[in-house]
């Protein structure tokens, strides 16, 4: 790689990536100086921030509860908020828990489960061959990684087994997925945003099949927007789960647990 005609200061850095509308400008330079190997791959990062591309697809990954999940493009970006729904999940799990990390993309939230519960048998899967590739390298010596819709590709050894069945399915409703950042709109897979018309029909498909999967007092764990939270609720007790919200003000996300009956 050759060398830019003029080095980058740091304060340089800083100033293209405000420039391009970076909110936490000085947050992002850090970490692209920290991920660079010399002062032309630096430029590169630079560019390909300033280009519009994810942060996290530019410094291949993300952080998550905690830890390092490898992300790139075409892939979605593990969101701080849904760190909530992984940590709801913890607390609903018995001892040595069998857990499905459903629509998983990059696998983030089985990774940060696996974390919290290493005793856990985690299965993952989703239908988007990019998001299973970067799922299977996250979960590497964790657990097992399945390509296919929701949950056609599942062992059918886990029917009537699982303890806790995260899913982040897509839930963005179809007309708002041209209102959402260009980082998302245009770099992320439309399977993992769009979610029908009002959002919830993959959420809807889970809730039908989930009870037929999960064990006695299993539960379902979905997110969703806290304008969606009643209806989702309602999805969720149509598919015979009993349902209950959660809230964090501090991450901003909302939760809905749907729990078979023992
Ligand atoms: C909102 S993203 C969530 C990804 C990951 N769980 C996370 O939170 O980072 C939704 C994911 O659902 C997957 N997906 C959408 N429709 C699906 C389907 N019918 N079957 C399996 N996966 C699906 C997408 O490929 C995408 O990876």
Known sequence: MSSPATPLTASSVVARLRAAGCVFAEDEAALLRRAATGPAHLDALVARRVDGLPLEHVLGWAEFCGIRVAVGPGVFVPRRRTEFLVRQAAAAAPDRPVAVDLCCGSGALGAALAATLPTVELHAADVDPAAVRYARSNLA???????????????????????????????????????????????????????????????????????????????????????????????????????????????????????RPG
């Open 141 to 259: 010596g964790l657990g097992e990684v399945y390509e296919g819709d929701l949950f056609a590709p599942l062992p059918g050894a886990l029917r009537g087994r699982v303890d806790v069945l995260l899913a982040n399915v897509p839930y963005v409703p179809t007309d708002d997925v041209g209102l959402l950042p260009a980082e998302a709109r245009v770099h992320e897979p439309r399977v993992a945003l769009d979610g029908g018309g009002d959002g919830l029909d993959v959420m809807r498909r889970v809730a039908a099949e989930a009870p037929g999967w999960l064990a006695p007092g299993g539960s379902l764990l979905v997110e969703t927007s806290e304008r969606q939270a009643a209806l989702a609720e309602e999805v969720l007790r149509a598919g015979g789960l009993v349902p209950r919200v959660a809230v964090s003000e501090e991450l901003y996300a909302t939760v809905v647990t749907g729990t």
